[in-house]
């Protein structure tokens, strides 16, 4: 009964917001948290992205607001999630901000009540409600991808692989590098994506190809730019996108099955040791400039509506990609790995 | 009049009581969870699970093959190179004998990224120039450093220094007579080398090879680096593994414990092997050794010299300094392409650098100090007899040695994670772990030195009622300057490359330089590794030589051959 007129009061609420929501109310940047902020002098930024963009992430925030450091920790996602869950037995509280590629670790992190709700007034109204929770605990950083990618002058265009099904041929058998979802947030969400749509016996079939198994999803674009590998099974498409750019013979491939699409949420920890640059951080990266900077330097799809996609990039809406699941990845994460493990021997 | 206390007593119990819990909290805790199910009740099925799932067996077979064969490479290699230094009139020996203590500078996890870029199937810059010189295809290889094969050679690589030493050490001591009276009664020179020369050091070869299968046995670093890749784990990279999330302590306990107790049996059979040497080279005083001279051979000696230290040593760092300037490892630099990138991004950008140089620097200087104090007192305690039960610190000062690093390191992290000492997550963990880690080498150098001063000397210094404590400060340390001084050199490089404990015990809070090039090893930015491992390599270098100028160059140098143990 009380079930039902709740259910019928949410449906006359605007899209996105529910009656349960324990979000607070948003926030701006003002010179009392840069104050407190400023007083902390510091803050540890715990992220998966690559540090060739996280650390000038941080560098322009610290020019921004003087005074305060950021101190990034850079590892895979699972890392994170392995290292924040040991510390907090432990009873050390280092992480301020956590930015994971593995958008399933929020579930848990909000269920242990260890994230504090924070909003600003540009995520509220410049962030699509899908990208955020309704309770205010985390939001969508910015959106990549997980790509195929090969380098130019080691397979011409005319033999490159259109997708996930042309890795099995032969012809590239020892020719393809490929991260690890034990390691990498966005090769977890990229492999229950995968497992989901072509299911496990396509990964059965792909560990016969000798494939270079390495942990980040920051390494194959490294690893194909080098000329090591010609292919990239997988890998964060900004960083192909960055060394094409560069000048390096990188082509990324849009797979014709789909492309695994991965948001990397963030969220202020609730025993952060600096609560206020915590906040100040966040309400930075999600402002439309802190945006506009990812997006010039990488081209990763923002998630503040207000900030447009990098140019030359094609439009995420573009892209035949699959679609992100967290409940499912935080389900299935254990089983992942280990059956991961098992197919490929590490 | 009063007699000063004398607190040797107190101090033997305070000393015995420290070792003790250094080594037998760590391991007590190895052996309660491997015999732990995840809720903590008592059970074998750890056991089971290590000796039937393929995911065990199979990193158990590979490491014992990848033992076996380091161990023969290694001999194959340093036996001929150590008898050509040691007994032979090779141009260039001394230097050829120092190059081979200097690779023992470079970390074994450094050198295998290095060969990486070197012999990587694709990318290496081995594999680009034999296409070059040849024309042979873009996709074959004439090396492929992600193999067992590769893995092998570098493990192999980075050990064989150690049984070099040793063998070069015992061929200087071992006595003239015998060879001459070789000769005298007609034998050709390749005769005797082969009859008497072999045989007088086959004892120590042996020994050699137990310590080269040891080292290969529990490193972490180079598989780490090139088995993942390749596809398959060894027995320390899958105990890492069992750390990921969701971590299973118990397993990885159980894990430990095959290595530990390989580890005790093989130092066994070791002291076995060097106790046999005894009667052959030991007694009396002997005449130096003949030289043989190698006549037209000598140059082709000085090739296959240069050829070997080119593996560990030439390579490498050529390797190293090119990614270093380079936006690319995989290309050749040239003036024009040349670039400062690496050097700004890892100091000027890398939030990681400056805390992780400051923790390893921290470390290096305490764990040295404390650890090069601590062995110095036990070993005066020992060498002197001070008090009954001298033997017992002797034994546990030593005992360490039979714990793998990242067996300690599982150890201490279970140890240390639970109140009342809940160290973990603070710099003194690691503390811990490289004292405990580095007690034996510095240990066994101190007690060797001790024997060199005679008890005279503080005998005279106790009968003018100085206690004993007094006479170890004002009378002994000081003879012992260059011997300590090179103990805490040696613990301090040793400290700085450590690798496979850290790993375990590092949080973000006290992650050292070591992790920190590992960590960029995972997200694959081998230009900011370059840079950081040069540093790295420099520090060492630079502590070495100061110490060789401070404390005698023979002294530190010996240590490394001891360091091995």
């Given at each position: 009964?009380?079930?039902?007129?709740?259910?019928?009061?949410?449906?006359?609420?605007?899209?996105?917001?529910?009656?349960?929501?324990?979000?607070?109310?948003?926030?701006?940047?003002?010179?009392?948290?840069?104050?407190?902020?400023?007083?902390?002098?510091?803050?540890?930024?715990?992220?998966?992205?690559?540090?060739?963009?996280?650390?000038?992430?941080?560098?322009?925030?610290?020019?921004?607001?003087?005074?305060?450091?950021?101190?990034?920790?850079?590892?895979?996602?699972?890392?994170?999630?392995?290292?924040?869950?040991?510390?907090?037995?432990?009873?050390?509280?280092?992480?301020?901000?956590?930015?994971?590629?593995?958008?399933?670790?929020?579930?848990?992190?909000?269920?242990?009540?260890?994230?504090?709700?924070?909003?600003?007034?540009?995520?509220?109204?410049?962030?699509?409600?899908?990208?955020?929770?309704?309770?205010?605990?985390?939001?969508?950083?910015?959106?990549?991808?997980?790509?195929?990618?090969?380098?130019?002058?080691?397979?011409?265009?005319?033999?490159?692989?259109?997708?996930?099904?042309?890795?099995?041929?032969?012809?590239?058998?020892?020719?393809?590098?490929?991260?690890?979802?034990?390691?990498?947030?966005?090769?977890?969400?990229?492999?229950?994506?995968?497992?989901?749509?072509?299911?496990?016996?396509?990964?059965?079939?792909?560990?016969?190809?000798?494939?270079?198994?390495?942990?980040?999803?920051?390494?194959?674009?490294?690893?194909?730019?080098?000329?090591?590998?010609?292919?990239?099974?997988?890998?964060?498409?900004?960083?192909?996108?960055?060394?094409?750019?560069?000048?390096?013979?990188?082509?990324?491939?849009?797979?014709?099955?789909?492309?695994?699409?991965?948001?990397?949420?963030?969220?202020?920890?609730?025993?952060?040791?600096?609560?206020?640059?915590?906040?100040?951080?966040?309400?930075?990266?999600?402002?439309?400039?802190?945006?506009?900077?990812?997006?010039?330097?990488?081209?990763?799809?923002?998630?503040?509506?207000?900030?447009?996609?990098?140019?030359?990039?094609?439009?995420?809406?573009?892209?035949?990609?699959?679609?992100?699941?967290?409940?499912?990845?935080?389900?299935?994460?254990?089983?992942?790995?280990?059956?991961?493990?098992?197919?490929?021997?590490? | 009049?009063?007699?000063?206390?004398?607190?040797?007593?107190?101090?033997?119990?305070?000393?015995?009581?420290?070792?003790?819990?250094?080594?037998?909290?760590?391991?007590?805790?190895?052996?309660?969870?491997?015999?732990?199910?995840?809720?903590?009740?008592?059970?074998?099925?750890?056991?089971?699970?290590?000796?039937?799932?393929?995911?065990?067996?199979?990193?158990?077979?590979?490491?014992?093959?990848?033992?076996?064969?380091?161990?023969?490479?290694?001999?194959?290699?340093?036996?001929?190179?150590?008898?050509?230094?040691?007994?032979?009139?090779?141009?260039?020996?001394?230097?050829?004998?120092?190059?081979?203590?200097?690779?023992?500078?470079?970390?074994?996890?450094?050198?295998?990224?290095?060969?990486?870029?070197?012999?990587?199937?694709?990318?290496?810059?081995?594999?680009?120039?034999?296409?070059?010189?040849?024309?042979?295809?873009?996709?074959?290889?004439?090396?492929?450093?992600?193999?067992?094969?590769?893995?092998?050679?570098?493990?192999?690589?980075?050990?064989?220094?150690?049984?070099?030493?040793?063998?070069?050490?015992?061929?200087?001591?071992?006595?003239?007579?015998?060879?001459?009276?070789?000769?005298?009664?007609?034998?050709?020179?390749?005769?005797?080398?082969?009859?008497?020369?072999?045989?007088?050091?086959?004892?120590?070869?042996?020994?050699?090879?137990?310590?080269?299968?040891?080292?290969?046995?529990?490193?972490?670093?180079?598989?780490?680096?090139?088995?993942?890749?390749?596809?398959?784990?060894?027995?320390?990279?899958?105990?890492?593994?069992?750390?990921?999330?969701p971590p299973k302590p118990e397993l990885a306990a159980a894990a430990s414990l095959p290595l530990l107790i390989l580890t005790v049996l093989l130092l066994r059979a070791q002291a076995m092997a060097l106790g046999r040497r005894g009667y052959a080279v030991l007694g009396g005083k002997y005449g130096e050794p003949r030289l043989i001279r190698l006549g037209a051979l000598k140059w082709p000696a000085v090739g296959l010299a240069l050829v070997v230290l080119a593996m560990p040593l030439f390579l490498p760092y050529a390797a190293l300094f090119n990614s270093a300037f380079s936006r690319v490892a995989s290309r050749i630099i040239s003036v024009e392409t040349a670039t400062l990138h690496n050097f700004r991004f890892t100091f000027l950008e890398l939030s990681s650098t400056m805390p992780a140089l400051?923790?390893?620097?921290?470390?290096?200087?305490?764990?040295?100090?404390?650890?090069?104090?601590?062995?110095?007192?036990?070993?005066?305690?020992?060498?002197?007899?001070?008090?009954?039960?001298?033997?017992?610190?002797?034994?546990?000062?030593?005992?360490?040695?039979?714990?793998?690093?990242?067996?300690?390191?599982?150890?201490?992290?279970?140890?240390?994670?639970?109140?009342?000492?809940?160290?973990?997550?603070?710099?003194?963990?690691?503390?811990?772990?490289?004292?405990?880690?580095?007690?034996?080498?510095?240990?066994?150098?101190?007690?060797?030195?001790?024997?060199?001063?005679?008890?005279?000397?503080?005998?005279?210094?106790?009968?003018?009622?100085?206690?004993?404590?007094?006479?170890?400060?004002?009378?002994?340390?000081?003879?012992?300057?260059?011997?300590?001084?090179?103990?805490?050199?040696?613990?301090?490089?040793?400290?700085?490359?450590?690798?496979?404990?850290?790993?375990?015990?590092?949080?973000?809070?006290?992650?050292?330089?070591?992790?920190?090039?590992?960590?960029?090893?995972?997200?694959?930015?081998?230009?900011?590794?370059?840079?950081?491992?040069?540093?790295?390599?420099?520090?060492?270098?630079?502590?070495?030589?100061?110490?060789?100028?401070?404390?005698?160059?023979?002294?530190?140098?010996?240590?490394?051959?001891?360091?091995?143990?």
């Open positions: 009964m009380r079930r039902r007129t709740l259910l019928a009061s949410t449906a006359l609420l605007p899209f996105g917001a529910r009656v349960v929501s324990a979000a607070p109310p948003p926030e701006t940047i003002t010179p009392a948290l840069i104050e407190a902020a400023r007083k902390e002098g510091k803050v540890n930024y715990y992220t998966a992205m690559d540090l060739s963009v996280a650390e000038p992430v941080a560098r322009a925030f610290e020019a921004k607001y003087p005074g305060i450091k950021v101190a990034v920790e850079r590892t895979g996602s699972e890392r994170l999630f392995n290292r924040i869950a040991q510390e907090a037995a432990s009873k050390i509280y280092k992480v301020d901000v956590a930015n994971s590629a593995d958008a399933a670790h929020f579930l848990p992190w909000k269920r242990q009540g260890w994230l504090a709700p924070f909003v600003t007034v540009e995520m509220a109204e410049n962030v699509p409600a899908e990208q955020r929770d309704p309770d205010g605990t985390y939001v969508n950083q910015r959106t990549h991808l997980s790509a195929i990618a090969y380098n130019t002058s080691l397979v011409k265009p005319e033999d490159a692989p259109k997708g996930f099904a042309d890795l099995l041929d032969p012809k590239y058998a020892g020719k393809m590098v490929k991260a690890h979802p034990g390691y990498s947030g966005t090769i977890m969400t990229a492999t229950q994506q995968l497992a989901q749509a072509l299911g496990w016996g396509y990964f059965e079939k792909l560990a016969k190809q000798k494939v270079l198994q390495v942990q980040s999803a920051t390494e194959p674009p490294k690893k194909i730019e080098a000329g090591e590998r010609a292919i990239a099974v997988d890998g964060s498409d900004y960083l192909f996108w960055m060394a094409k750019e560069r000048g390096s013979p990188i082509q990324v491939v849009h797979a014709v099955e789909g492309t695994p699409l991965i948001t990397n949420p963030m969220a202020v920890f609730k025993a952060a040791p600096n609560p206020n640059a915590a906040r100040l951080l966040v309400a930075w990266i999600m402002s439309a400039e802190g945006q506009q900077f990812i997006v010039d330097l990488s081209g990763q799809y923002p998630a503040n509506k207000l900030v447009k996609a990098k140019a030359g990039r094609p439009a995420l809406a573009s892209i035949k990609t699959f679609k992100e699941d967290p409940a499912a990845v935080e389900k299935q994460a254990d089983e992942i790995k280990a059956r991961y493990a098992k197919i490929f021997k590490v | 009049m009063m007699r000063a206390f004398d607190a040797s007593r107190p101090v033997l119990i305070a000393v015995a009581a420290l070792l003790v819990v250094m080594i037998v909290l760590p391991v007590g805790w190895l052996v309660v969870y491997s015999l732990s199910d995840k809720d903590g009740g008592a059970t074998l099925g750890n056991f089971t699970t290590l000796f039937t799932d393929p995911t065990f067996v199979d990193p158990l077979i590979t490491t014992l093959i990848i033992a076996v064969s380091v161990s023969l490479l290694c001999c194959a290699i340093a036996a001929p190179l150590g008898w050509l230094v040691a007994r032979t009139d090779m141009p260039f020996a001394k230097s050829v004998r120092t190059l081979v203590m200097a690779s023992l500078v470079t970390p074994p996890f450094v050198g295998a990224i290095a060969w990486e870029m070197l012999a990587a199937p694709n990318s290496g810059l081995l594999n680009q120039l034999w296409r070059v010189l040849t024309g042979m295809p873009a996709d074959e290889a004439l090396l492929d450093i992600y193999s067992l094969e590769g893995l092998i050679f570098v493990i192999a690589c980075y050990t064989f220094p150690y049984v070099f030493i040793l063998v070069a050490n015992a061929l200087d001591r071992m006595p003239g007579e015998l060879e001459d009276a070789s000769s005298m009664l007609g034998a050709k020179t390749w005769d005797t080398a082969r009859r008497i020369t072999v045989p007088l050091a086959l004892p120590t070869l042996l020994a050699g090879a137990l310590v080269a299968f040891l080292q290969a046995l529990n490193l972490f670093g180079s598989p780490a680096i090139l088995a993942i890749p390749a596809g398959f784990h060894t027995l320390t990279t899958r105990i890492w593994s069992l750390f990921q999330f400051k923790n390893t620097f921290l470390l290096a200087v305490s764990s040295a100090t404390v650890g090069a104090l601590l062995a110095l007192l036990i070993a005066y305690i020992v060498a002197r007899q001070a008090v009954a039960g001298h033997r017992v610190l002797g034994f546990l000062a030593t005992a360490p040695l039979a714990i793998p690093g990242i067996v300690l390191g599982v150890g201490l992290f279970l140890a240390y994670t639970r109140p009342p000492l809940t160290l973990y997550g603070t710099l003194w963990i690691l503390l811990i772990a490289f004292v405990t880690i580095e007690l034996p080498a510095a240990y066994q150098q101190l007690s060797s030195a001790f024997h060199a001063v005679h008890p005279e000397l503080e005998e005279a210094g106790r009968m003018l009622g100085a206690t004993r404590l007094r006479t170890l400060a004002d009378i002994t340390a000081p003879l012992l300057r260059s011997a300590v001084i090179a103990t805490w050199c040696f613990i301090f490089v040793a400290v700085i490359r450590e690798l496979s404990a850290a790993v375990i015990l590092f949080t973000s809070d006290t992650k050292v330089l070591s992790v920190l090039i590992f960590d960029l090893k995972e997200s694959g930015d081998v230009g900011a590794i370059a840079v950081l491992s040069l540093v790295m390599v420099g520090i060492t270098t630079v502590v070495v030589a100061a110490a060789n100028r401070l404390g005698g160059a023979r002294n530190a140098g010996r240590l490394h051959a001891r360091a091995v143990g």
